[in-house]
């Protein structure tokens, strides 16, 4: 294919895209093939001549599609979002097309400027403190990363990257046992290991924050053991349960025993947009050394985009700032590339800016207003089930439960309730019990599209009773 052409496909292409939204509610959420099927219809060898358009748009649509899980389907309520309104895949597109390398200043300078004022732009939109800076990563799991390298290096006096670990003695970082798992493979990855990643109880409902009485006591054992404490990890919106700490709590034990501390709000950092939703949940943060939110789950943001927070960037550079002669530049600006930890960069700023002038503050906080109220509306609809029973919250838009029966039956009712295609959930687990996960969250869902969730709840249920 060459670029003369090119607009008749892209045509197309956008035809497809604004039909696939249109009747995405016809199709079921989750992919209803079996494993193989998809690989079995792919030729087993690459072509030796190239093919038309025609004939690979139209594989595209008779092998692709069936095996696809619809993230974009208003009733997906299993996983957190990964949101793609129609102003970021717009953006997105002029990216793509563009296809620049977005390392340093001077290979696209666009990129880093605008980069530096979306996060300042978020920045204000969430409430955090004058001044506070930030990079956009591309998942939390990197930013998390960042952050734990920055802590190894901070608390081994910058010699870990140099000198290696074997003489710094065991460092350990501090973090509740409802956190992401992307925390304990950062420590994997940062050399830390996972018998350092120390996770301390919770205190239970409402929010089920980390226990800071526990939380100190660990820190005093560790010190008197002769490890090294190096920092705590607090989240906001746990993936499990949606368990949040109390902020302030954590940073007073940071602060008494100088430890940077991260905070991972991956999906409940883009309500605290709304001032309303922010107690108790936001209350503190601005406290924090580093917070990573992810807009490409609730606001409507195409994968990838992550905001990670720096109050003071300094400490990140000093972890992984290189700089061979060959990425040198004379002008004194910033180079995001020093501030993570791929050298490439792709040019995530201009959908943020396309999402957030297109829709607003506001009308990105009605969205997320509504997704919270309907989750609520939702739990007392399945509370109310005969024999039902509500596990954890709702946590803003989060809602845990149990069907009657033991565990086996709560994995049978997901699985039922996901061959049925209507709707998706997720099975999780909470205080040693199997239970389901509902999340309100998919960019263009409407108030009769989690309703009917209740509905597909209690039909497949009557039919496994």
């Given amino acids: 294919m060459e670029w003369e052409g090119f607009s008749d496909w892209g045509r197309h292409v956008a035809d497809w895209a604004e039909a696939y939204h249109r009747d995405i509610r016809d199709r079921p959420v989750r992919a209803q093939t079996a494993p193989g099927d998809i690989?079995?219809?792919?030729?087993?060898?690459?072509?030796?001549?190239?093919?038309?358009?025609?004939?690979?748009?139209?594989?595209?649509?008779?092998?692709?599609?069936?095996?696809?899980?619809h993230w974009q389907h208003p009733r997906f309520f299993a996983y957190f979002t990964s949101n793609a309104s129609p102003a970021s895949v717009l953006a997105e597109y002029i990216v793509s097309t563009i296809a620049a390398q977005c390392m340093l200043w001077q290979t696209s300078p666009a990129a880093t400027e605008m980069e530096g004022v979306m996060i300042d732009w978020l920045a204000q939109a969430l409430g955090l403190p004058a001044g506070t800076s930030g990079v956009i990563q591309d998942s939390a799991s990197s930013?998390?990363?960042?952050?734990?390298l920055t802590m190894r290096e901070r608390a081994t006096g910058w010699r870990g990257n140099r000198e290696g670990l074997n003489a710094q003695g065991r460092l350990r970082i501090y973090c509740s046992d409802e956190v992401h798992s992307s925390i304990d493979r950062a420590c994997w990855v940062a050399g830390i290991g996972q018998d350092n990643l120390v996770k301390l109880p919770?205190?239970?409902?409402?929010?089920?924050?980390?226990?800071?009485?526990?939380?100190?006591?660990a820190i005093d054992a560790d010190l008197a053991a002769g490890h090294i404490p190096a920092g705590i990890i607090a989240i906001t919106g746990g993936t499990g349960i949606g368990a949040c700490d109390d902020l302030n709590a954590v940073a007073d034990v940071a602060e008494a025993h100088d430890l940077y501390t991260h905070l991972d709000a991956a999906w409940a950092g883009s309500a605290m947009i709304c001032p309303d939703l922010r107690e108790p949940f936001w209350d503190g943060a601005g406290r924090y050394d580093s917070i990573v939110f992810n807009p490409h789950k609730w606001l409507g943001v195409q994968f990838d985009c992550a905001a990670q927070f720096l109050r003071d960037p300094r400490a990140q550079l000093n972890t992984l700032k290189i700089e061979p002669e060959y990425l040198k530049t004379s002008q004194t600006v910033i180079n995001y590339s020093e501030w993570t930890i791929p050298l490439g960069r792709r040019f995530r700023a201009l959908k943020l800016w396309f999402v957030m002038r297109a829709y607003g503050l506001e009308g990105l906080r009605a969205r997320i207003r509504?997704?919270?109220?309907?989750?609520?509306?939702?739990?007392?609809?399945?509370?109310?089930?005969?024999?039902?029973?509500?596990?954890?919250?709702?946590?803003?838009s989060l809602l845990s439960f149990r069907c009657p029966g033991d565990d086996a039956m709560q994995q049978r009712l997901v699985d039922a309730i996901n061959d049925d295609g209507r709707i998706y959930l997720t099975q999780g687990m909470h205080e040693g019990?199997?239970?389901?996960?509902?999340?309100?969250?998919?960019?263009?869902?409407?108030?009769?599209?989690?309703?009917?969730?209740?509905?597909?709840?209690?039909?497949?249920?009557?039919?496994?009773?």
């Fill in 143 to 148: 930013a998390t990363l960042s952050a734990v």
């Fill in 202 to 217: 919770t205190t239970g409902a409402p929010h089920y924050g980390m226990d800071t009485h526990a939380l100190r006591r």
């Fill in 39 to 69: 690989a079995a219809q792919i030729a087993p060898h690459p072509p030796e001549q190239g093919e038309g358009m025609e004939a690979i748009f139209r594989d595209f649509e008779r092998i692709v599609m069936p095996g696809m899980t």
């Fill in 433 to 465: 019990r199997r239970m389901i996960r509902l999340q309100v969250g998919q960019f263009e869902t409407t108030r009769e599209d989690v309703m009917m969730a209740a509905d597909v709840i209690a039909e497949v249920w009557s039919t496994l009773k």
């Fill in 370 to 396: 509504n997704h919270v109220i309907w989750a609520q509306e939702l739990c007392e609809v399945v509370r109310a089930m005969d024999g039902f029973e509500i596990v954890t919250g709702p946590i803003l």
